[in-house]
């Protein structure tokens, strides 16, 4: 858990002594201004801005019953930041599983991608894709099942 929150916690150290530099020099508009874009990359880098993510069992079960891909993640891939920004609103129609938070999400995650952690890495219909293009998992979640 604790590896989950160590880049934006640098984030946050490294902007706050930047903004401390900047008040130091004098320059209190210059640090309000890097203390707020720390701040905000801290928070994009952060789990807060992925849907609240489920085990890999209950995801699966989901899936099953709703149709709806399972989507494997982890915090501070730029690959899986990208998906989730890209979808937009859509990602709360995916079921998310943090494999840094689930054994069996990491598990099914190594068991396709040759024993590599490799996100993120979708679960359609039974079928797992690897760094799947965005606009191809809009589709996904756009088309009816």
């Known amino acids: 858990m604790k590896r989950v929150w160590r880049g934006p916690a640098l984030l946050l150290v490294v902007g706050t002594g930047v903004?401390?530099?900047?008040?130091?020099?004098?320059?209190?508009?210059?640090?309000?201004?890097?203390?707020?874009?720390?701040?905000l990359l801290a928070g994009v880098t952060s789990p807060l801005v992925?849907?609240?993510?489920?085990?890999?069992?209950?995801?699966?079960?989901?899936?099953?019953?709703?149709?709806?891909?399972v989507v494997f993640w982890r915090p501070g891939c730029t690959y899986?930041?990208?998906?989730?920004?890209?979808?937009?609103?859509?990602?709360?129609?995916?079921?998310?599983?943090?494999?840094?938070?689930?054994?069996?999400?990491?598990?099914a995650v190594r068991e396709v991608n040759d024993?590599?952690?490799?996100?993120?890495?979708?679960l359609v219909a039974g079928r797992a894709y690897t760094n799947p293009d965005p606009a191809w998992v809009r589709e996904q979640v756009s088309s009816p099942r």
């Open 80 to 107: 899986c930041l990208r998906l989730r920004l890209r979808l937009g609103r859509r990602a709360r129609r995916l079921h998310w599983v943090d494999i840094w938070r689930d054994e069996a999400g990491a598990q």
């Open 115 to 122: 024993g590599n952690e490799t996100v993120p890495t979708l």
């Open 19 to 39: 903004a401390a530099g900047q008040v130091a020099q004098g320059r209190p508009v210059a640090a309000v201004v890097f203390l707020l874009a720390f701040v």
């Open 50 to 69: 992925f849907p609240r993510p489920v085990g890999a069992p209950e995801a699966r079960r989901r899936s099953a019953a709703d149709g709806r891909p």
